[in-house]
Nanobody
Framework: HVQLVESGGGLVQPGGSLRLSCVAS????????MRWYRQTPGKERDLVAI???????HYGDAVKGRFTISRDNAKSTVYLQMNSLKPEDTAVYFC?????????WGQGTQVTVSS
């Protein structure tokens, strides 16, 4: 079955960096676009970044120039490098893929940006 497992969240000071990882199983990873979303309490999940199987990338306006999405197909892993973090980046971060016309989500990892 399809499984996505995120890791790498934590507490960081404003201006700091974190790298999130999402390991996928049960899919042909190299063919699959991967997405990162984030969600704060009471709000919908917002798209953070997308990476296609061909390496195409797209970012949400709030993170352009600060976050970088990448993938390692040999490890079936997608990464989100987050730099110059701001308190407003505080959220639960989720990875998502679509396989067989079904959306799959990870369990999420908490990122807190605070001094």
């Amino acid at each position: 079955h399809v499984q996505l497992v995120e890791s790498g969240g934590g507490l960081v000071q404003p201006g700091g960096s974190l790298r999130l990882s999402c390991v996928a199983s049960g899919i042909v990873f190299s063919d699959s676009p991967m997405r990162w979303y984030r969600q704060t309490p009471g709000k919908e999940r917002d798209l953070v970044a997308i990476i296609g199987g061909d390496g195409y990338t797209h970012y949400g306006d709030a993170v352009k120039g600060r976050f970088t999405i990448s993938r390692d197909n040999a490890k079936s892993t997608v990464y989100l490098q987050m730099n110059s973090l701001k308190p407003e980046d505080t959220a639960v971060y989720f990875c998502k893929t679509n396989w067989g016309a079904v959306d799959y989500w990870g369990q999420g990892t908490q990122v807190t940006v605070s001094s």
